[in-house]
């Protein structure tokens, strides 16, 4: 069965600084990977996605996340974050070429913004 | 609207009674998944739908909770003789895809509190 382990159950960063928020998953086969965020009052909303071609993609909002796949990981990352960044943020996987496409999320890291 | 929508919003019962909530799918979209969110954790699969057709319901925690989906459309997860380890967020998201890669759009979700 696939797992999803986010490291960071909440990070406190100031404004401008530089963020990278774990994502592990384990399942031997191919797989789409996910950054969802739910800023606060609001739905679950897609942040970035993976399904094949260049391991690092790019988000809305600056953000970007990239697939290492000898390490299971899908890291996300922001140069600079602003403190309407403040959300929870979920790294999600469902099996690739699947016809069971529910998708597996991690427990979330909260974000923390100081202004 | 043009999103996902789910009613009602916030429900508060008492133990034993018996709930149904509602899920409008974004018009057109094939497949429909229902996830449950506890505090403090991640959204967890419940079941989807394609069409009609229930796929995978093997995230129903057990026999009090059922789904269905009669005309393709709308969606209702009913959970009979509620209990208080039921309280969460349940969340509604559907997608244009039978299959494995189309990206899943949430609803704002109903949050069902047990007395």
């Known amino acids: 069965a696939q797992s999803v382990s986010q490291h960071n159950h909440h990070v406190i960063l100031s404004e401008a600084a530089s963020l990278e928020l774990g994502c592990n998953y384990s399942?031997?086969?191919?797989?789409?990977l996910f950054w969802y965020v739910q800023y606060p009052g609001q739905h679950l909303q897609l942040l970035l996605k993976?399904?094949?071609?260049?391991?690092l993609v790019k988000g809305i909002k600056g953000f970007e996340a990239e697939f290492i796949k000898s390490k299971f990981s899908f890291n996300l990352r922001k140069p600079s974050v602003q403190w309407s960044d403040t959300a929870e943020y979920f790294c999600?996987?469902?099996?690739?070429?699947?016809?069971?496409?529910?998708?597996?999320f991690g427990s979330g890291t909260r974000l923390s913004i100081r202004p | 609207g043009a999103g996902v929508s789910q009613s009602p919003r916030y429900k508060v019962t008492k133990r034993g009674q018996d709930v149904a909530l509602r899920c409008d799918p974004i018009s057109g979209h094939v497949s429909l998944y229902w996830y449950r969110q506890a505090l403090g954790q991640g959204p967890e699969f419940l079941t989807y739908f394609n069409y009609e057709a229930q796929q995978d319901k093997s995230g129903l925690p057990n026999d009090r909770f059922s789904a269905e989906r009669p005309e393709g459309s709308i969606s209702t997860l009913t959970i009979q003789r509620t209990e208080q380890r039921d309280s969460a967020m349940y969340r509604c998201a559907s997608s244009t895809r039978t299959s494995e890669n189309g990206e899943q759009f949430f609803g704002p979700g109903t949050r069902l509190t047990v007395l």
């Open positions: 993976y399904f094949s071609g260049d391991p």
């Open positions: 399942y031997g086969g191919t797989v789409n």
């Open positions: 999600a996987v469902n099996v690739a070429w699947s016809s069971a496409s529910k998708i597996i």
